[in-house]
T-cell receptor, first 113, second 118 residues
Framework: TQLLEQSPQFLSIQEGENLTVYCNSS?????LQWYRQEPGEGPVLLVT?????EVKKLKRLTFQFGDARKDSSLHITAAQPGDTGLYLC?????????????FGKGTKLSVIP | GAGVSQTPSNKVTEKGKYVELRCDPI?????LYWYRQSLGQGPEFLIY????????DSGLPNDRFFAVRPEGSVSTLKIQRTERGDSAVYLC????????????????FGAGSRLTVL
């Protein structure tokens, strides 16, 4: 089983603070995705990173894929209450024809107004 | 439809009963996935359909679980002789046809069916 470890598991911060969450594995992934999930809803795709060392920005969110394609980070600048949710990373194994994603357990983020 | 629709949204059943969960994917999406999300966990892959056939069912935990997609659109996940450990949110996702075009690898998830086995 190729696991994705996410840290921290829980994070509670004040509005306006910056934060970084991590997604680590001992396995290489052909691509990695980040999702946000709100209570009672399914995960919603935020970004896909494919190339080792790749950095993608989505407004106040910055995503980075590790050079070896085994890890990734998500940095949020000036967090807002609307950023509250469960952040999941999911990796696609090389050669996975079925596009079977392996998900981490997620980081539950609470942004306090 | 505009999104992936799952019914029922909530299902409470007794141990040993049979349960069916339905997924209506986005119109035209050829690939359909079932995932299971237990409390405090990320989604866990169960089965993948490409068209009508189950292309990968390696995630089904045992033979009590079965899924069909007879016409290549709506899918039903069937659980026999339910156990308390089956309690979870069952998520369905769909994806457009395989390809290198933008959006080919984007999974759209439904809101899930929350199953509680008493």
């Amino acid at each position: 089983t190729q696991l994705l470890e996410q840290s921290p598991q829980f994070l509670s911060i004040q509005e306006g603070e910056n934060l970084t969450v991590y997604c680590n594995s001992s396995s290489v992934f052909s691509s990695l995705q980040w999702y946000r999930q709100e209570p009672g809803e399914g995960p919603v795709l935020l970004v896909t990173v494919v190339t080792g060392g790749e950095v993608k920005k989505l407004k106040r969110l910055t995503f980075q894929f590790g050079d070896a394609r085994k890890d990734s980070s998500l940095h949020i600048t000036a967090a807002q209450p609307g950023d509250t949710g469960l952040y999941l990373c999911a990796g696609l194994h090389p050669g996975a024809g079925s596009y079977q994603l392996t998900f981490g357990k997620g980081t539950k983020l609470s942004v306090i107004p | 439809g505009a999104g992936v629709s799952q019914t029922p949204s909530n299902k409470v059943t007794e141990k040993g009963k049979y349960v069916e969960l339905r997924c209506d994917p986005i119109s035209g999406h050829t690939a359909l996935y079932w995932y299971r999300q237990s409390l405090g966990q990320g989604p866990e892959f169960l089965i993948y359909f490409q068209g009508t056939g189950a292309a990968d069912d390696s995630g089904l935990p045992n033979d009590r679980f079965f899924a069909v997609r007879p016409e290549g659109s709506v899918s039903t996940l069937k659980i026999q002789r339910t156990e308390r450990g089956d309690s979870a949110v069952y998520l369905c996702a769909s994806r457009p046809r395989t390809g290198t075009y933008s959006g080919a690898n984007v999974l759209t998830f439904g809101a899930g069916s929350r199953l509680t086995v008493l």
